[in-house]
């Protein structure tokens, strides 16, 4: 295993190790890049560090802290050897480029194992955060911020590149060891901490969203909160990552927090632990920047600094939500030797001809939904062949595809569950989906069972040619490659969905 900087150039499928010193705590994971471009996470683990809190008191790290940095730098050495990684790349933030000792704690990893800590500035440090945070999310304009233990970056951007960055010294850690010192922390210390983050952020210029706007988040104390909030409320999605945060249950979760002691803070589902004693500082910050920018919600990245560092050695740039979604989904079909591509394009085409035909027009994130569905489909065929739809349908939700929404994802499970069982609840997906939507996901259901039945009765390879023709009480289909087509239960499950019969001519 070798150190490597930041941007020395990386062969994909080549294990890599990323170290990060934070703050707050130090994490260490190995990816793999695979052939797509996607991270693939082999390997990862964190330690509580506390760096900000030597640095902050007496501006060095001290003994003890550098020998909890030691000691965690040693068994991230141990897991990036573990992983395969021939390469490693490790980086600091705040708390180290603002300790009058930092030199002295590089100096000695570099000695005793190797290391080459690169201590990053706040203007890398955004940078790294926001081509991390934003690769796997679909928006285009928007503010971003990253809050780590010691610091904040703000990041601006328009058509997914950054226009101007700014680094604060309001990290979750640091907010609540300057201001809340009691425990609980009284009303006023949560004030006196939210005058200072109001006039950090004004002063620095951050104002009120522009409309069209968005606001993400990363960072420990943002994926808490979202994982607090989730478990609240039984949502469907397990990650964090695309995550919709109200302000309102931002407010309502701090409050929460703030009126426990530290030792029960841990407790409350959700919430890491070690994340007690910085958690309600973090949150009063992300809070008042809520309230600064005008926002009335905030899309959490489960991704940052350390993601956007791997991403950097590859391409070095945020690419178009296009390009994120078609190499999500090359990535996970690649997994499962099942899926099919000449079955998966034909059944999508199929799809996308009979929705034209079928779906209302205001249906396009329906019809998008049934299109990738039958592009799927055959993912879950690896597993079983009978219950590929149900098999799919949690393979989606349980896997990354970044590039989509949370809802594009629920409706996309809707659609595969439903296609394969007309008995299927979609009240699971409630939290993302609308009760008045299920006789649509019905519609678009049969028609993915439907584009199923036509691709697999025509001979493989090749398109399939298809002329749909819609009466007041039938649907007729004419697919001249089809080889044979008989009654069964789809046909009077059309006719449900859609109140009409389903004729379906073969070829002659």
């Given at each position: 295993m070798t150190a490597g900087s930041c941007a020395e150039p990386f062969e994909r499928d080549e294990p890599v190790a990323i170290i990060d010193i934070g703050s707050n705590s130090g994490r260490v994971v190995v990816y793999r890049i695979d052939a797509a471009g996607q991270l693939r996470l082999l390997a990862s683990t964190r330690a509580a560090l506390r760096l900000v809190r030597e640095v902050d008191s007496g501006h060095t790290l001290g003994p003890q802290a550098v020998a909890r940095a030691l000691a965690a730098l040693r068994d991230f050495r141990a897991i990036a050897l573990g992983a395969g990684a021939r390469r490693v790349v490790t980086v600091a933030t705040a708390a180290v480029r603002d300790?009058?000792?930092?030199?002295?704690?590089?100096?000695?990893?570099?000695?005793?194992?190797?290391?080459?800590?690169?201590?990053?500035?706040?203007?890398?440090?955004?940078?790294?955060?926001?081509?991390?945070?934003?690769h796997g999310l679909p928006f285009e304009d928007g503010l971003l911020f990253d809050m780590g233990g010691g610091s904040l970056q703000v990041t601006r951007f328009r058509r997914r590149r950054?226009?101007?960055?700014?680094?604060?010294?309001?990290?979750?850690?640091?907010?609540?060891?300057?201001?809340?010192?009691?425990?609980?922390?009284?009303?006023?210390?949560?004030?006196?901490?939210?005058?200072?983050?109001?006039?950090?952020?004004?002063?620095?210029?951050?104002?009120?969203?522009?409309?069209?706007?968005?606001?993400?988040?990363?960072?420990?104390?943002?994926?808490?909160?979202?994982?607090?909030?989730?478990?609240?409320?039984?949502?469907?999605?397990?990650?964090?990552?695309?995550?919709a945060l109200a302000r309102r249950r931002v407010r309502d979760i701090t409050d929460l927090l703030a009126a426990r002691r530290q030792r029960k803070r841990d407790?409350?589902?959700?919430?890491?632990?070690?994340?007690?004693?910085?958690?309600?500082?973090?949150?009063?910050?992300?809070?008042?920047?809520?309230?600064?920018?005008?926002?009335?919600?905030?899309?959490?990245?489960?991704?940052?600094?350390?993601e956007g560092l791997a991403f950097n050695l590859v391409d070095g740039y945020v690419p178009s939500v296009e390009r994120v979604r078609a190499a999500s989904i090359a990535s996970l079909v690649a997994r499962f030797d099942g899926w099919r591509a000449d079955s998966a394009e034909r059944r999508a085409a199929l799809g996308h001809r009979l929705g034209r035909v079928l779906l209302p027009r205001r249906a396009g994130e329906l019809l998008a939904a049934l299109v990738l569905a039958a592009r799927l489909l055959d993912v879950g065929r690896s597993l079983d062949f009978?219950?590929?739809?149900?098999?799919?349908?949690?393979?989606?939700?349980?896997?990354?595809?970044?590039?989509?929404?949370?809802?594009?994802?629920?409706?996309?499970?809707?659609?595969?569950?439903?296609?394969?069982?007309?008995?299927?609840?979609?009240?699971?997906?409630?939290?993302?989906?609308?009760?008045?939507?299920?006789?649509?996901?019905?519609?678009?259901?049969?028609?993915?069972?439907?584009?199923?039945?036509?691709?697999?009765?025509?001979?493989?390879?090749?398109?399939?040619?298809?002329?749909?023709?819609?009466?007041?009480?039938?649907?007729?289909?004419?697919?001249?490659?089809?080889?044979?087509?008989?009654?069964?239960?789809?046909?009077?499950?059309?006719?449900?969905?859609?109140?009409?019969?389903?004729?379906?001519?073969?070829?002659?």
């Open positions: 300790a009058r000792d930092g030199a002295e704690l590089i100096a000695r990893v570099r000695r005793e194992l190797g290391l080459e800590i690169h201590v990053i500035d706040g203007e890398e440090e955004a940078h790294y955060g926001f081509l991390g945070a934003l950054p226009l101007s960055a700014v680094s604060l010294p309001l990290g979750a850690l640091r907010l609540s060891q300057a201001f809340l010192r009691s425990d609980p922390p009284d009303d006023a210390q949560r004030r006196r901490l939210r005058r200072h983050v109001r006039a950090l952020l004004e002063g620095a210029g951050i104002g009120p969203l522009r409309a069209g706007d968005v606001l993400v988040g990363t960072g420990g104390t943002v994926r808490n909160l979202a994982k607090v909030d989730r478990r609240a409320h039984g949502y469907p999605i397990t990650r964090v990552h695309g995550y407790s409350l589902p959700g919430l890491s632990d070690e994340r007690g004693d910085s958690i309600v500082g973090g949150a009063e910050g992300i809070a008042t920047l809520m309230q600064v920018c005008g926002a009335r919600e905030l899309h959490v990245s489960g991704q940052g600094v350390r009978f219950d590929r739809h149900e098999h799919t349908a949690d393979i989606v939700l349980a896997t990354e595809l970044n590039g989509y929404t949370h809802r594009e994802i629920a409706l996309l499970s809707a659609v595969l569950r439903r296609a394969g069982d007309d008995k299927a609840d979609e009240h699971l997906l409630s939290p993302l989906l609308r009760d008045d939507e299920h006789a649509d996901i019905e519609r678009a259901a049969v028609i993915l069972a439907l584009a199923d039945d036509v691709e697999e009765r025509c001979p493989p390879h090749g398109p399939i040619e298809i002329h749909c023709r819609l009466s007041e009480d039938a649907l007729r289909v004419q697919v001249p490659r089809l080889l044979a087509w008989r009654e069964r239960g789809l046909d009077r499950r059309f006719e449900r969905a859609f109140g009409r019969r389903l004729r379906v001519q073969p070829a002659a």
